[in-house]
């Protein structure tokens, strides 16, 4: 995708060029991003580690909000299944 070379908010309207939604690990990045302005939704993932077998017990979570996500809205979800939608960087509504 050529994409070795961007960072940060470049990297991140590339990804909202070819990408509806975009899955990290980045607790920050909703401090670090104005997300709000980017036509892709971010879903932070928080286990218990970053380790695989933590990671992956976040999937049956993941799934069904992928049919829901809106436009430049911010989700996480932690390990044990509880998701917040974040409103312009803030805590919103816990799902």
């Known amino acids: ?3 070795e070379s961007l960072q940060n908010g470049k990297l991140l309207a590339a990804a909202a060029t070819a ?3 975009l899955v990290t690990l980045d ?6 991003q104005n997300l709000a302005n980017l036509p892709i939704t971010v879903i932070v993932l928080i286990g ?4 695989l077998r933590d990671l992956t017990m976040l ?13 430049g809205s911010l989700m996480e979800i932690n390990f044990a299944g509880e998701v917040t939608v974040l409103v312009n960087g803030r805590d919103g509504a816990t799902l």
């Not at 607790?27 to 670090?32: F, G, L, P, S, T």
Request: hydrophobic share 35%; proline share 3%.
């Open 27 to 32: 607790q920050n990045i909703k401090h670090q």
């Open 19 to 21: 990408f509806d939604v």
């Open 59 to 71: 999937v049956q979570y993941l799934e069904p909000l992928l049919s829901t996500t809106k436009v």
């Open 48 to 51: 218990r580690s970053n380790r």
């Open 1 to 3: 995708m050529g994409w």
